[in-house]
Nanobody, 128 residues
Framework: QVQLVESGGGLVQAGGSLRLSCAASGRTFSSVGMGWFRQAPGKERDFVAAISWSGKSTYYADSISGRFTISRDSAKNTVYLQMNSLKPEDTAVYYC????????WGMGHLEQYEYDYWGQGTQVTVSS
């Protein structure tokens, strides 16, 4: 089992920045990759960004490319999502997820069903 705890959400004005953290514990050595997803009210949960467990490979949704950066601190078993130039449409609950599947590679990192463990989510609200 892998436990994931997100933090860092909050209320920010448009154009501002936030950094989300996802601390992983448990059988983290089994992880292949980590991802961030978000779910706005009344909408589906969407892929935001992903990073391989080694930190060498990163992936981004087109909607946030250039504004968000995913990174990993291996010593702390923590994945970060640095969010800059935030927009009201970025308002959502942000979820961290971990995958132990080789199918995560390729296009698997985009799909919720390729992730085995999920955090509880952290609310990000961007005011206009």
């Amino acid at each position: 089992q892998v436990q994931l705890v997100e933090s860092g959400g909050g209320l920010v004005q448009a154009g501002g920045s936030l950094r989300l953290s996802c601390a992983a514990s448990g059988r983290t050595f089994s992880s292949v990759g980590m991802g961030w997803f978000r779910q706005a009210p009344g909408k589906e949960r969407d892929f935001v960004a992903a990073i391989s467990w080694s930190g060498k490979s990163t992936y981004y949704a087109d909607s946030i490319s250039g504004r968000f950066t995913i990174s990993r601190d291996s010593a702390k078993n923590t994945v970060y999502l640095q969010m800059n130039s935030l927009k009201p449409e970025d308002t959502a609950v942000y979820y961290c997820a971990a995958s132990a599947r080789q199918s995560w590679w390729g296009m698997g990192h985009l799909e919720q069903y390729e992730y085995d463990y999920w955090g509880q989510g952290t609310q990000v609200t961007v005011s206009s």
